[in-house]
């Protein structure tokens, strides 16, 4: 079994930063992409940034230019570095790592973290 362990959140004035990361754990042989999502109340989970293993990003619109998104592919851990946050951006931010190989493969899965919540005051 795999666990993603998030860490950063928290309360944080607008115009501050804040730096998030997740560490997957497990039987692991390869992830494809890891990422973040965040969720608004009442509404869907929605891509903030993800990475894949050789650097490609996506980084969502409403984001670009604030939240840069790194990966250290050795400690199957992913960053999520927020700057100039904004009211708006008041989430739970989950952790998700998509198309994992476990040794012995072949089939992949994905999981995700239990979620951390950002709280950005004006």
């Known amino acids: 079994q795999v666990q993603l362990a998030e860490f950063g959140g928290g309360l944080v004035q607008a115009g501050g930063s804040l730096r998030l990361s997740c560490s997957a754990s497990?039987?692991?042989?390869?992830?494809?992409?890891m990422g973040w999502y965040r969720q608004f109340p009442g509404k869907q989970r929605e891509l903030v940034a993800s990475?894949?293993?050789?650097?490609?990003?996506v980084i969502a619109s409403g984001v670009k230019g604030r939240f840069t998104i790194s990966r250290d592919n050795a400690k199957n851990t992913v960053y999520l570095q927020m700057n100039s946050l904004k009211p708006e951006d008041t989430a739970v931010y989950y952790c998700?790592?998509?198309?994992?190989?476990?040794?012995?493969?072949?089939?992949?899965?994905?999981?995700w973290g239990q979620g951390t919540q950002v709280t950005v005051s004006s």
């Open positions: 998700n790592a998509d198309g994992v190989v476990l040794t012995g493969g072949p089939n992949t899965y994905r999981y």
């Open positions: 497990g039987s692991i042989f390869s992830i494809r992409v």
């Open positions: 990475v894949t293993g050789s650097g490609t990003t």
